[in-house]
């Protein structure tokens, strides 16, 4: 039958048992909502068996014709019994969806930390349409396992259990006929509820595959439009909806067939009632009030027996869920803290030394983006790094706060190995400026305070004017409180990189990194920059990473990195006197910028031309 329905006979046992087991860690915090579920919940079904045997005990008062005043006091009991049994359903859904909710919050809550600890390199091998799918759609099932799956999960044994006693009490051979066809339901739920398992794990892996595709087409339209791309970007989105498609088709056999066979026990269980029931009250071995209560005690399981087949899904499908968000939430970051940090509370001074650093990407251990690096920056002075496209700058920066790990003993800031350092002490002792600025969709004023949400209205003002972005204010609807929308779509990308420079002035760091933070401005505004940097560099360690010759040539040391090691150091005059590549580097600039001013230059000569 597993066969049939496209599912492996072996299953994953033990990721679902750990996945579980994480999950009953997060309902451990909600004992005394889940112990006040149970508890109305026992109530509750102990009230569902009680309604039938109250019915067969009026009806019992009009069989064997009572006075006027007991029948009522009868009904009365049924009306009272019937109303405290809807109010105990009321709260016990009430407290198991309420700690349901609880626990989907305290997961998420987790999952958005797990994502904040994990370090640059785990981005580059997950992606994130899958990552958003984990923490909506399988959130989600977890919640409903937690809710509607352990409502029914507890309170239907406890109704069978109550609803047998009862039944083996009017009649126990009428009871064991009734329940013949049901032991079959245990071989049923076994083999569909592995297929189901299975094609519901398999759906919420498409459903990540999905998420990311079309997270990808929505983040590239421009280029898509721009390369009139748009058919192939609609193939492949149809290529992976169509395995969702055929996942979610295997699920929905899966998840059909449970029900319909399930929904054949209470049909067989009122087909013996009716012939072997009947037989019994035509002999006189049960009477019709009898008869009453046992038929609707029947009717009472029918119910949660047909619903079972859905909650056996449900649960399947919220233990695939939290299956895979287990496996989320085990990877432990490869950068943390020291498990013995240096402990001290004194301010980093900002002396950097690198000591024969090695750095290379995962999978690419064969290719180093850095080797050999001996460098030593003394506090308070600025290094320029300059090189050509792919020679390991941009790691390099983000090797310095340990955006990537660094190897033990490579790297120093006041002579203490980085590692050793606490993390939160180091990066809030660094400012780091990439050339890819992103702005969070807040306002402009939110993106500059972003490492500083209490930073006065004159502090901000002052970082914007350093960063040479008050000039363009004007042009904002609102000024500085413009919302700058998703990436900072709303500004240049000028303007994005002075508003991530005016970020980082504001934190005054004592390390300041700058990854070529300047290369979407033009020349007059960023040597007003530069001017403006001179006051914020003093005292300050400054890295200056630049392809641009004349964005470093001040810097107190300057080092050319090319294909991963340092290939020359020195000053500016001293690099351009060695004829080596820095000094090829300044010439090929220059000769850049005097073919751009000739260009530029004949550009009114050519258009009086046309006018003429």
Known sequence: MAAALGVPESAAAPAVRAALRRLWSYARHNLWLYGLWLVTAIGYAALTVAVPLTVGWAVEAVARGLPEPELLRRVLALVGVTLLRGLLRFYSRTLVFNAARQVEYELRNDLFRKLQELPQSFYGRWRTGDLMSRCVNDINAVRMLLGVGALNVVQTPLIYAGSLVAMFQIDWQLALLVLLPYPAFIAIARVFGRAIHHWSLLTQEGLGQLSNQLQEGIAGIAVVKAYGMEPVAARRFDAVNQELFRRQLGNVRANAAMPAVTALLPGASMLVILVAGGAALAEGRLDVARFFAFAMLVYEISWPTFLLGWVVALVQRGAAAMQRLEELLEIQPSIRDDAAPLATDEPIRGEIELRDLRFAYPGAEGRPALHGISLRIPAGSTLGVVGPIGSGKTTLANLI???????????????????????????????????????????????????????????????????????????????????????????????????????????????????????????????????????????????????????????????????????ERGTHEELLRARGLYARLAREEEEEETGSAQAGASLPLLHAGGGA
Not at 431 to 436: F, G, K, L, R
């Open 401 to 567: 706060p340990r955006v990537l790990e660094v190897p033990p003993g490579t790297l120093f800031i006041d002579g203490v190995d980085v590692n050793q350092i606490p993390l939160e002490r180091l990066r809030r002792s660094i400012a780091m400026v990439p050339q890819d600025a992103f702005l969070f969709s807040l306002t402009l004023a939110e993106n500059v305070a972003f490492g500083r949400p209490d930073a006065s209205a004159q502090e901000i003002a002052l970082a914007v004017q350093r960063a040479q972005l008050a000039g363009d204010l004007a042009e904002l609807p609102q000024g500085i409180d413009t919302i700058v929308g998703e990436r900072g779509i709303m500004l240049s990308g000028g303007q994005r990189q002075r508003a991530a420079l005016a970020r980082a002035l504001l934190l005054q760091p004592r390390i300041l990194i700058l990854d070529d933070t300047l290369s979407a401005v033009d020349a007059g505004t960023q040597a007003a920059i530069q001017r403006e940097l001179e006051q914020v560099f003093r005292g300050r360690t400054v890295i200056a990473i630049s392809h641009h010759v004349s964005a470093v040539r001040h810097a107190d040391q300057i080092v050319v990195l090319d294909a991963g090691g340092i290939a």
